[in-house]
């Protein structure tokens, strides 16, 4: 069964976004006027190579989904680039837009909602084929039962519909959906932050099984760090709209370099009472997105914050070897070590 992909250089990062924003508009009255803005994303770039995870996190609100539906077009971008295998996918038409589809595919937050109760988890596992013309009735079904051995499901559940399933095999039917295409990017919008615990291990371990196996690139998007740390290569911490922090992940957790990262760090319980950590919590609640602080948008909550902070937008720049930081208090690393 062909996969359809068009094959890319190993050179090209399977995902490369560049100045993404996202506005929606606020309108009011009986004439629907718009009066503002909710700025949900508002310049963010990031690339992720083959076989690579990027980790991308922040406080609910920030933004996290609103880029993950973005990048793959479930809601149309204000501005900026996508590109999936080097192609531009914001300038293509719909029908071609549906072919690129093949090649990213999204694992929702919610393993309920996300499947149609109407439909048996067969039906859905099988549908993007079907959507695709992929094989024939007798081919599909038994891609569809090779999918669900190989995420720990059994082949005589594909008659059975969503309710009859627990939370951890719901979310293992939309992970098999996701792969029916074989496609090359897998974006995770908290793809396990609904699951108890225990389940979350075990998705997770899953991921990153198939990771291997199919050299798959994934744009995972979480709040909890402990996941982040332990399914991801990269990591790039978001704050209202807007990246701050973007760096390995053993560089990002072992010396954050942004005080909102910082924070983030702080306010994980460390399962050993005799540990005592000067935390640094975050002070007041996020802005509203509809009229962000003017320069640093963190300036509001920030312990450090400086008049510039105030006035100034701090570029992303990188403060050391591939570790970049939005923050006034840190310095280009060749002048740090200058």
Same mark, same amino acid.
Request: aromatic share 4%; glycine share 6%.
């Given at each position: 069964?062909?996969?359809?992909?068009?094959?890319? &250089?190993?050179?090209?990062?399977?995902?490369?976004?560049?100045?993404?924003?996202?506005?929606?508009?606020?309108?009011?009255?009986?004439?629907?006027?718009?009066?503002?803005?909710? !700025?949900?994303?508002?310049?963010?770039?990031?690339?992720?190579?083959?076989?690579?995870?990027?980790?991308?996190?922040?406080?609910?609100?920030?933004?996290?989904?609103?880029?993950?539906?973005?990048?793959?077009?479930?809601?149309?971008?204000?501005?900026? *680039?996508?590109?999936?295998?080097?192609?531009?996918?914001?300038?293509?038409?719909?029908?071609?837009?549906?072919?690129?589809?093949?090649?990213?595919?999204?694992?929702?937050?919610?393993?309920? $909602?996300?499947?149609?109760?109407?439909? $048996? %988890?067969?039906?859905?596992?099988?549908?993007?084929?079907?959507?695709?013309?992929?094989?024939?009735?007798?081919?599909?079904?038994?891609?569809?039962?090779?999918?669900?051995?190989?995420?720990?499901?059994?082949?005589?559940?594909?008659?059975?519909? #969503?309710?009859?399933?627990?939370?951890?095999?719901?979310?293992?039917?939309?992970?098999?959906?996701?792969?029916?295409?074989?496609?090359?990017?897998?974006?995770?919008?908290?793809?396990?932050?609904?699951?108890?615990?225990?389940?979350? %291990?075990?998705?997770?371990?899953?991921?990153?099984?198939?990771?291997? *196996?199919?050299?798959?690139?994934?744009?995972?998007?979480?709040?909890?760090?402990?996941?982040?740390?332990?399914?991801?290569?990269?990591?790039?911490?978001? !704050?209202?709209?807007?990246?701050?922090?973007?760096?390995?992940?053993?560089?990002?957790?072992?010396?954050?370099?942004?005080? !909102?990262?910082?924070?983030?760090?702080?306010?994980? &319980?460390?399962?050993? &009472?005799?540990?005592?950590?000067?935390?640094?919590?975050?002070?007041?609640?996020?802005?509203?997105?509809?009229?962000? &602080?003017?320069?640093?948008?963190?300036?509001?909550?920030?312990? !450090?914050?400086?008049?510039?902070?105030?006035?100034?937008? #701090? #570029?992303?720049?990188?403060?050391?070897?591939?570790?970049?930081?939005?923050?006034?208090?840190?310095?280009?690393?060749?002048?740090?070590?200058?």
């Amino acid at each position: 069964m062909p996969d359809g992909n068009t094959a890319a &250089p190993a050179s090209v990062p399977v995902l490369d976004v560049r100045d993404l924003k996202k506005h929606f508009p606020v309108r009011k009255g009986l004439l629907r006027k718009t009066t503002g803005h909710v !700025y949900a994303v508002d310049g963010v770039s990031f690339s992720i190579e083959r076989g690579q995870t990027l980790g991308l996190v922040g406080e609910s609100g920030c933004g996290k989904s609103t880029v993950a539906r973005a990048v793959i077009r479930l809601i149309e971008p204000t501005s900026g *680039e996508v590109r999936i295998l080097g192609r531009d996918i914001l300038s293509l038409s719909k029908d071609e837009m549906r072919a690129s589809r093949r090649q990213a595919q999204i694992i929702f937050q919610d393993p309920f $909602s996300s499947l149609n109760p109407r439909m $048996s %988890a067969g039906e859905i596992v099988g549908e993007p084929l079907l959507v695709h013309n992929i094989g024939n009735s007798r081919e599909r079904a038994e891609r569809v039962a090779a999918l669900f051995d190989r995420v720990g499901l059994r082949a005589s559940q594909m008659n059975s519909l #969503p309710h009859q399933f627990s939370g951890g095999q719901r979310q293992r039917i939309g992970i098999a959906r996701a792969l029916a295409l074989d496609p090359q990017l897998i974006i995770g919008d908290e793809p396990v932050s609904a699951l108890d615990v225990s389940i979350q %291990a075990q998705v997770i371990n899953l991921l990153m099984d198939l990771q291997e *196996e199919k050299n798959l690139s994934y744009l995972f998007i979480a709040h909890d760090l402990a996941v982040v740390e332990h399914i991801s290569h990269r990591v790039a911490v978001m !704050y209202l709209g807007r990246i701050v922090e973007h760096a390995g992940k053993r560089a990002l957790f072992s010396n954050p370099q942004h005080p !909102y990262t910082e924070a983030l760090l702080a306010a994980v &319980p460390i399962p050993n &009472p005799r540990i005592k950590r000067q935390k640094r919590l975050v002070q007041g609640d996020v802005p509203s997105p509809i009229n962000p &602080p003017p320069g640093c948008h963190f300036h509001t909550r920030c312990p !450090y914050v400086t008049e510039q902070c105030r006035i100034e937008v #701090p #570029p992303l720049i990188e403060v050391a070897p591939d570790h970049w930081a939005a923050c006034h208090l840190r310095q280009p690393a060749a002048v740090a070590v200058a």
